[in-house]
C-alpha cells in the first residue's frame, strides 16, 4: 500500500513547512487518508456512534434553551442599536458562540468516551505515514491508573486555561456592544487553541508531553496550527455534521503532527 501522505498533489504540499491555508487543509486531507485506508474505519465507527448518543442529549438540553436566551437578550438592547442593525449582528455572533459551547461540550465527551479508539487510530496512522510511532507501554495496572491521572489533569488544565482566558474576557460585558465583539473574537481564538490541543493530542501524549510543552509545539507550529485549529473548531460547531468531524479531526491532527512536526522541535 503506498504512503497515503505521498499519494496526492494535495498530500505532497502539505509536507511543506505551515502556512495558515496549509493547516486549514489537514481535515480534508484526513477524508481522503480515511477512504484510501478502510482498515482503519473500525477505529471510527463506535466513536460516531458515541457521538450520536452524546449529540443528542446535549442539543436537547442546551441548543434550544440557547436560542431563547439569546433571543431575550438582542430584545432587552435599546432601541439605538437595533435601528443600525447591531441587534441582528450580535444576535449571529452570538448564535455562533451557542454553536461554538455547543461543539466545546461535544468534544470533552467525544474525545474522553472515544479515546481508546482514537488512541489506536492516531498510532496506526503515524506507523502508516512514517513507518513507525512510538511503542506502546504493555499493559499494566499501574501504568492505566498513570494513563487515567495524565488524562484528567490535561482536562482540568485545559479548563484552567478556559477560566484563565474565559473570566478576563467577561470584563468587556461592562463596554456596550463593542465588549461583545471583543468576547466573541475572544472566544473563537480560545476554541481553536483548545481544538488543537484536543486534535494534536494522541500523537503528543505518547511522547509523554506536559502541558506547556504541547502549548508551545503548537505556538511554534504557528500559522499552520491556527488554520487547523479554526477549521476544526468550525467543524466542531456545525451541528450534525460535528457528530461525524470528531474522529476526522483526530486523523487529521495525527496527520499535521506527522508532516509539521515530528522530527522538528517536540520537546518534553
Not at 466545546?104 to 510511532?133: C, D, H, I, M, N
Not at 483548545?194 to 508531553?209: M, T
Request: overall charge positive; hydrophobic content about 55%; some cysteine.
Amino acid at each position: 500500500m503506498s504512503d497515503p501522505s505521498r499519494s496526492t498533489l494535495l498530500s505532497q504540499s502539505l509536507r511543506s513547512p505551515g502556512s495558515f491555508a496549509t493547516g486549514a487543509l489537514y481535515p480534508l486531507h484526513a477524508l481522503t487518508v480515511l477512504n484510501r485506508n478502510r482498515q482503519l474505519w473500525g477505529y471510527v465507527l463506535v466513536p460516531i456512534l458515541l457521538n450520536l448518543i452524546v449529540g443528542a442529549v446535549l442539543y436537547a438540553g442546551l441548543f434550544w434553551a440557547g436560542l431563547r436566551w439569546i433571543e431575550g437578550f438582542v430584545a432587552g438592547l435599546p432601541d439605538w442599536a437595533a435601528a443600525i442593525g447591531v441587534g441582528l449582528l450580535l444576535q449571529l455572533l452570538l448564535f455562533i458562540v451557542l454553536l461554538i459551547v455547543i461543539g466545546f461540550l461535544l468534544v470533552r465527551f467525544g474525545v474522553v468516551l472515544g479515546s481508546p479508539w482514537y488512541g489506536q487510530l492516531s498510532e496506526k496512522l503515524e506507523q502508516l505515514v512514517t513507518g513507525q510511532a512510538p511503542p506502546a507501554a504493555p499493559f499494566t495496572i499501574q501504568g492505566s491508573i498513570t494513563d487515567i491521572g495524565r488524562a484528567l489533569g490535561f482536562e482540568v488544565k485545559k479548563l484552567a486555561l478556559t477560566l484563565g482566558v474565559v473570566l478576563p474576557l467577561l470584563l468587556f460585558n461592562f463596554v456596550p456592544v463593542v465588549g461583545q465583539f471583543v468576547i466573541t473574537a475572544g472566544g473563537i481564538v480560545l476554541g481553536a487553541t483548545i481544538a488543537c490541543l484536543d486534535f494534536l493530542d494522541s500523537p503528543l501524549e505518547r511522547r509523554r508531553l506536559l502541558f506547556r510543552a504541547k502549548l508551545g509545539t503548537i505556538r511554534r507550529s504557528l500559522p499552520a496550527s491556527a488554520g487547523f485549529g479554526l477549521v476544526c473548531l468550525g467543524l466542531v460547531s456545525i451541528p450534525f455534521i460535528n457528530l461525524l468531524a470528531i474522529p476526522l479531526c483526530v486523523t487529521a491532527g495525527t496527520l499535521f503532527f506527522c508532516d509539521q512536526i515530528a522530527g522538528r522541535d517536540v520537546r518534553s
